[in-house]
């Protein structure tokens, strides 16, 4: 009989997620003899059999492996004979100079959730309930390979039932490290705050009763989750809702809430099937959903927005917390605004002594956070605004493979960090707003950690070529140090390259690059930009027009600033005739002395910076039509100018392109002569917002269109923040590939800033070489 003898290396996120039990299970179903392993580079595999049983043992591994998994490769090499006498699952090995990848936090399985609520289960109501299908992965992970002793699950020794389970493959709990019931696990304990002073009730067993009696008490409850802490409340609670946002500083951005049910979600928020299925996944991500008109939710969980971000229960202790609660509760990030999420558990109690009245904790420790990951469904297709838990460290594969380890520092705003290694770029867990010492050390630990996990032997580096970014002056200290070469890569060719590489092409392309905030290679703020490049380099081919950036930095917290300056640029000295509301609350607000001198020093002086952001004329249109003088969080007032957008097509405003030292640009200064007539003459705000969205949308095509003709280019990259806007991602897509051009847009890294530091690792690999 023909007897072959195959090594059969299997890398991917194969750790975690019930591999080898699930390679044993197909080994007996085909006869076959031989071993399965974990190593620090992934799951190595020695099958004895026939040809025929080996190949259909190899299509089911490909075919019919474990949910939760993701197999990138499976090579193979046929042995001499080993002889094996039966199949075994040995204990893993390390390697030297090994790379595997990591299993992302899986949400709790169906499985592990139907045990929870049999009464006769052993871990019935136990909140650490887990098993190879779901639970911590990466933010329990403290070395590789991913085995009980190196995670923080070390400290709990298990019984001898748990045990039982943990050894036997056919069990669904076989090396589930987290692994753990009532009598040998981790346990609840509830603080209460009095006066700033945490004291325990010493009542491990009735912890999770006490939080829901707190909850229903109308306070404040800093609860311990999976990759962090959290702060709730009861969502239908206005002024609650208006209390912790107080104690946050958190004037108007969003809230999330987390549902008790899927029932309780339907009543509140509209959910297509594709939106649902995001919710109920492993990822079980916070999903940005249209708010019923007659939902119970209160109206400063998201002021003045039509969207709410939405969680269903993805953990155990949630699952118990919101059926006994039975009502929605704001599950928002424990922080103050802008600084990263706690993940200590003395750090947590010490942050947010003066924002939680109780705290609901478990002995189980955090070893590094990963905030909740946030996505929208747009056309059909989920994009990822935000990638943390459930996604991380998942790799993306890259087209070009990487020459040297290479780790890219990110943006100043949204950071991530990426790994690049082989064939794939590891993305960091979102970091933040790289503004506070808070948010520079979270980076440090997270980067410590990947670099240790991932054994990473970094040979070449990328930051944003900005001088000033808190990531370029890491980077030039932390390459100095290590005497590593720094590549500076603009951010606009960083966002081109980052959609080139999700979409694994290596072709240059015309890059429509949309944001707020840039800093370019002739040292102005970019924004509104159409490249054309790959990943070694780019030429800057058309943009918007330039104005200045009024106020500098302010300008983004000021939307007011950029209404001026674009009014200014329309109308000069005389827009301040204009019939505007805008106008007469400017003059208002600021007196006439120093509006006088924002016009005559300012901006006739251009003193301040040009910009050509797309983000900040989304701005002066919002303070135009309706947000004046107010402040803003990160994108509100062009996020409630999209909001606004009249769901019955509207002629674009006109817009001008011409030609300037070799570039096309794009001018909007007819549309702002249309759009204040608009105005003037009682036009609806949704019928202007509709007409600016279509004049965007239609003077970027028109440069595209030029720029083919010009470069012979079919294909068009999409990036940057605008592409939150639902609106343009499906306009641009839709009439694009109607013009007969090839479109690439995000879809598993962000268009935001947090997918910048993927495409400052492709660049520097590509200009390495």
């Known amino acids: 009989m023909d007897i072959r003898h195959l090594q059969v290396h299997v890398s991917g996120v194969v750790q975690g997620v019930g591999f080898r039990p699930f390679v044993y299970h197909i080994a007996h179903k085909f006869n076959l003899l031989g071993t399965v392993q974990n190593n620090s580079r992934g799951v190595l595999i020695h099958i004895e059999g026939s040809p025929e049983h080996l190949r259909q043992f190899l299509e089911s591994v490909m075919r019919e492996a474990p949910p939760a998994s993701q197999v990138d490769r499976l090579n193979e090499t046929e042995l001499p004979l080993a002889n094996f006498l039966d199949f075994r699952i040995l204990q893993s090995e390390l390697l030297e100079d090994a790379f595997t990848q990591v299993s992302p936090d899986l949400a709790l399985c169906p499985d592990c959730w139907r045990e929870l609520e049999e009464a006769d289960d052993r871990r019935f109501d136990y909140p650490f309930i887990n098993c190879t299908n779901c639970g911590p992965r990466f933010t329990i992970i403290q070395d590789v390979p991913y085995d009980r002793p190196l995670t923080t699950m070390r400290d709990f020794a298990m019984c001898e039932r748990c045990r039982i389970e943990y050894e036997d493959p056919a069990d669904r709990r076989f090396h589930a490290q987290p692994v753990a019931c009532p009598d040998c696990g981790p346990k609840l304990q509830c603080l209460t705050n009095k006066e700033g002073y945490w004291q325990s009730t010493n009542d491990s067993n009735n912890a999770l009763a006490q939080a829901v009696e707190a909850l229903k008490s109308r306070r404040i409850v800093l609860i311990q989750g999976i990759g962090g802490f959290h702060l709730a409340c009861d969502a239908r609670d206005d002024e609650l809702v208006r209390e912790l946002r107080r104690r946050k500083h958190r004037d108007e951005k969003p809230f999330a809430l987390m549902f008790p049910s899927v029932e309780s979600l339907r009543e509140n928020c509209e959910v297509s099937d594709k939106e649902l299925a995001y919710l109920l996944s492993s990822s079980s991500p ?163 950690h990947f670099l240790h996990i991932f054994n990473a032997k970094i040979e070449l580096a990328a930051c944003d070529l900005h001088p000033d970014y808190a990531t370029t002056r890491l980077a030039t200290a932390w390459c100095a140090a290590r005497n590593i070469p720094l590549v500076r890569v603009q951010h606009h060719h960083a966002h081109l390259a980052s959609c080139l590489a999700e979409n694994e092409t290596t072709e240059r392309a015309i890059g429509l690059c949309l944001d707020g905030t840039g800093y370019g290679s002739d ?185 083919r003709e010009s470069h012979h280019l079919e294909t068009v990259a999409l990036g940057g923040g605008c592409f939150q806007n639902a609106f343009l991602v499906s306009a641009f897509e839709e009439r694009l590939t109607e013009r007969r051009f090839r479109v690439f847009s995000h879809h598993q890294v962000p268009a935001n800033d947090g997918g910048v530091s993927l495409g400052q690792a492709v660049v520097a690999n590509a200009q390495e070489r």
Not at 574 to 595: H, I, K, N, V, W
Not at 625 to 633: D, E, K
Not at 634 to 651: D, N, W
Request: net charge negative; with cysteine; charged share 20%.
């Open 286 to 448: 916070i999903v940005l959903l249209r708010k019923q008109s007659n939902s119970i939710i209160a109206d400063s969980v998201a002021p003045e927005n039509l969207y709410l971000g939405a969680l269903l229960p993805y953990s155990p202790l949630h699952v118990l917390l919101l059926s006994r609660y039975g009502g929605p509760l704001v599950m928002t990030s424990a922080n103050v605004s802008d600084e990263p999420i706690c993940y200590e558990q003395r750090d947590a109690l010490s942050r947010m002594r003066e924002i939680a009245d109780a705290a609901l904790l478990h002995d189980r420790a955090i070893h590094i956070f990963a905030d909740d990951s946030v996505v929208k469904v747009v056309g059909g297709s989920a994009r990822l605004w935000r990638r943390s838990r459930g996604h991380v460290p998942h790799a993306v594969h890259v087209p070009e493979s990487f020459r040297h380890p290479t780790l890219a520092f990110g943006p100043q705003l949204k950071n991530t960090f990426c790994l690049g290694k082989q064939d794939f770029a590891l993305l960091s867990q979102h970091i933040g707003d790289m503004d506070s010492d808070l948010t520079i050390r979270a980076q440090e630990s997270a980067l410590a």
């Open 523 to 707: 040292e102005t703020i970019w924004g509104g930009e159409v490249l054309v490049g790959g990943f070694h380099s780019f030429e800057r081919a058309a943009h918007l027009q330039t104005v200045p950036l009024l106020g500098g930095e302010r300008a983004a917290q000021e939307p007011w600033r950029m209404a001026l300056a674009w009014l200014y640029e329309t109308y000069s000295e005389q827009m301040t005739r204009l019939p505007l509301e805008f106008m007469r609350d400017l003059e208002s607000e600021l007196g006439e002395q120093a509006l006088d001198n924002l016009l005559k020093r300012q901006l006739r002086g251009r003193i301040f910076p040009f910009t050509s952001s797309l983000g900040r004329l989304f701005d002066a249109v919002a303070a135009i039509l309706f947000f004046g003088m107010r402040h803003q969080y990160e994108g509100q007032a062009a996020m409630l100018l999209e909001g606004r957008i009249s769901s019955v097509p509207e002629p674009p405003y006109p817009m001008d392109v011409y030609q300037s030292e070799g570039r096309w640009i794009l001018s909007p200064l007819p549309m702002f002569h249309a759009l204040v007539s608009d105005i003037q003459t009682g036009i609806s705000e949704k019928v202007i917002s509709r007409r600016f969205h279509e004049a965007i949308v239609g003077g970027f095509i028109r440069l595209c269109e030029l720029i």
